[in-house]
């Protein structure tokens, strides 16, 4: 049978009238309605020639491509029997479920199940390799498509699981590559390259994704841009260690592959037990990234943990750093009182013995040197000014010089003589013991105080011990605790942005988007990773005009209006700046909460430019009625005179007014005169969507480092 799974301008078609492995003939742009005969009559022609010097049989990649099928590439399903009977072995075989050998089945079909709309299981088993899988497949209705497979082991030996993987064919028109990189606040840094014969693998082995996290592999035509160019993209739904790579093999077959990367002897499983791999997610589009995101956005806030509108934040992190008191933070309470903040996070240095980033990591009690009462005095303070209240944590790591680890040395993760990260060894989650310990602590600090907001951060590597079994129980902890206290909110921080994925996503509700709030950096790096994660759900701070991680100094303005395009918090000492920049903060905030529900409810948007020292990013609301953009000056422009702005996204039947949007203090321009539609006595301007999108506006002269931001409201 022929299944064609449609919705939101995409198409899947699977051939599975064969015995064996089901064959993916079309992941891609939607096909229309096709009759079944038209199906059938598109699997039928979709059948390649036999080549020379080749498999006598046409080769056809499945859904699990591998060697006994004629496919020589990256197979899907990988391992291997350590037992002592007979059978098996590694040649033309399988191993059988009593012998030992290399893993290599030869897998046939026993039933697709629909099991709902666009949602199919593929069932297939080896009876000679003792082993059955089963591959989920679901194209939901924004077109996105979510893969898995589950292996058993029906053998009476143990099968040594070595890889799982999703595997998608792509075709040859996608032959350009966009990947990401990083450091330590530099996340998320773009690298293209073309996609040749071989295999571009990105492993990640840090026990999350890491700064340098693959992110999102996309495969696309030449040249593809934000708007423009067909595109193909994986994205693997885990937070431990992975790969993910694009293969383009010397047979003909172009593809994209994600799964958990599994340490040799990790994963062992006996008779009857089963694996599933982590969910793939993959989104084709027509219009370039931002027709990823406008299929991957709705998606996930279909399934958000987020209930309502994201709070304006203040952290205490670079505002005081470990110097916590009742009095300093007080003042720092009326001060995010006083400009419009909406909640209080107290950031590392609460707990007892903390006085640096060296010691007491696992004491998770309140110190009752720095507070004798406990946090009650602060957060009746927080209360007061008519702020809820927040709590830094890291509950998986641990200082050796800490009460935790002295009591507990077998609770530590690796080798004991491992080397420190920040001071820091990881807490064994998979230990049961260390596992309850924790849970219990947390769920004390919580009963005790009204928290209503955790900072869950993760500042080190694992570099040891089992991945796999880390990140398991990693998310059973947060479900255990989510689960003890409803309408609690989670920020996951690592480092910044080492832990940014799907995994993690389904059980927060923000992200750390980068330890650094230098804006320059923030605009790539928020630039990027809102092509995967929507926008509320990126934390952005306001820091201090001489950014803590560069030593950069901003504008204000440019340091808001970066903030602005995402989950806005503050990590400044207000009580420091003047009345003036007090004022106008509190003026960014308003505007901020005024078109709150279009910055993180809205279609995320950008312009491709032609020249990269200006950037055109926005917003535009669902329904096509009001939009925000951002023009930003990143560098001085190729020339005396900018290209004009041209606004992406508008409903280009619809007219709209576009005016300036202060959001704090005005950006720099040098210019003699501003463009005549920006000058102080021009009349209002409304134009269509159509020639705002194809035509544009001059744009004004702005100097580096600062950003002018626009709202459209239809008319």
């Known amino acids: 049978m022929i299944h064609h799974l449609r919705a939101a301008g995409t198409s899947l078609v699977l051939d599975a009238s064969g015995s064996g492995a089901p064959v993916i003939v079309h992941w891609g742009a939607d096909l229309g309605e096709l009759a079944p005969t038209d199906l059938a009559a598109l699997a039928a022609a979709s059948v390649p ?49 009593t012998g030992s050998g290399t893993l290599d089945p030869a ?61 998608l064919p792509v075709p040859d028109r996608a032959a350009e590559l966009l990947d990401f990189t990083g450091l330590w606040s530099h996340e998320r840094r773009p690298q293209r390259s073309t996609l040749r014969q071989g295999v571009w693998s990105r492993e990640s082995r840090h026990g999350r994704p890491g700064h340098d996290d693959s992110y999102l592999t996309v495969a696309g035509t030449p040249g593809f841009g934000f708007r423009v160019g067909e595109v193909w993209a994986v994205h693997l739904a885990f937070s431990g260690d992975k790969r993910v790579w694009a293969e383009r093999s010397a047979l ?15 994963l062992s499983l006996a008779a009857g037990e089963s694996y599933t791999s982590p969910w793939t997610v993959a989104v084709y589009s027509d219009a370039g990234l931002d027709g990823l995101s406008a299929r991957l956005h709705p998606w996930i806030r279909s399934w958000s943990t987020i209930t309502g509108p994201r709070k304006v934040l203040l952290n205490t992190w670079e505002a005081v ?44 009690f309140v110190d009752a040197a720095k507070w004798p009462e406990g946090l009650h005095p602060l957060i009746d303070r927080v209360h007061t000014a008519g702020l809820d209240f927040g709590l830094w944590v890291e509950p998986e790591m641990v200082n050796p010089d800490s009460d935790l680890a002295r009591a507990h040395p077998d609770w530590l993760l690796g080798s004991a003589s491992a080397p420190t990260w920040r001071g820091q060894r990881v807490l064994d989650l998979a230990n049961p013991d260390a596992f309850a310990w924790l849970l219990g602590r947390l769920t004390a600090l919580l009963a005790e105080y009204p928290i209503a907001y955790l900072k869950w951060d993760h500042n080190r590597d694992l570099l040891g011990g089992s991945v796999h079994r880390q990140t398991a129980a ?11 206290q409803p309408g609690l909110e989670i920020e996951s921080c690592a480092s910044g942005g080492a832990r940014i994925d799907l995994g993690i996503l389904e059980r927060v509700d923000r992200v750390w988007t980068s330890d650094t709030n230098d804006p320059l950096e923030r605009q790539q790096i928020q630039r990027y990773t809102s092509v995967l ?33 995402g989950s806005a918090g503050i990590e400044w000492d207000l ?69 004009p702005i041209r606004f992406p996204g508008l409903d280009p039947e619809r007219r709209y007014r576009v005016r300036p949007l202060l959001a704090g203090p005005a950006p720099l321009a040098v210019q003699t005169l501003p463009p005549a539609w920006l000058a102080a006595d021009a009349p209002e301007l409304v134009l269509s969507g159509a020639v705002l999108a194809r035509v544009g506006l001059p744009a004004p002269l702005l100097t580096p480092e600062q950003a002018a931001l626009f709202s459209l409201d239809a008319v």
């Open 49 to 97: 020639p036999v080549g020379p010097s080749s498999i006598d049989a046409p080769l056809r990649l499945s859904l699990l491509p591998a060697l006994a099928e004629g496919w020589s590439g990256r197979p899907a399903l990988s391992g291997f029997r350590a037992g002592s009977g007979t059978g098996g072995g590694t040649g033309g075989g399988t191993g059988s479920g």
């Open 107 to 167: 897998l046939t079909l026993v039933a697709v199940r629909e099991r709902g709309a666009n949602t199919l299981a593929v069932e297939l088993a080896d009876a000679d390799a003792s082993v059955t899988v089963t591959t989920d497949l679901e194209l939901t209705v924004q077109g996105v498509l979510r893969m898995r497979h589950t292996v058993t082991n029906t053998g009476a030996s143990s099968l040594e699981l070595a890889g799982l993987d999703v595997t």
């Open 474 to 484: 990693l998310y059973r902890l947060i479900d255990a605790v989510r689960a003890a």
């Open 533 to 565: 994660v929507p926008p509320e759900y990126l934390g952005g701070h306001l820091g201090a005009a001489t950014a803590h991680t560069t030593g950069r100094t901003s504008a204000l303005g440019f340091r808001l209006a970066t903030a602005l395009f």
């Open 321 to 364: 750093y470990f110097d916590h008191d009742l009095p300093t933070l007080g003042r720092l309470v009326d001060a995010a009182a006083r400009v419009g903040v909406e909640r209080f996070v107290l950031d590392d240095g609460w707990f007892s013995g903390r006085t640096d980033d060296q010691r007491a990591l696992g004491d998770w």
């Open 575 to 643: 009580t420091r700046a003047t009345a003036v920049d007090l004022d106008q903060i509190a003026a960014w905030i308003a505007i901020y909460k005024e078109r709150r529900a279009l910055l993180h409810g809205g279609t995320v948007v950008h312009a491709d430019a032609s020249d990269p020292a200006i950037e055109l990013h926005g917003v535009v609301a669902a329904d096509g009625a009001s939009a925000v953009f951002a023009q930003v000056a990143l560098a001085a422009p190729r020339t005396a005179l900018p290209a």
């Open 252 to 266: 003909g077959f172009a593809t994209l592959g994600a799964g958990e990367l599994l340490a040799p002897g990790e």
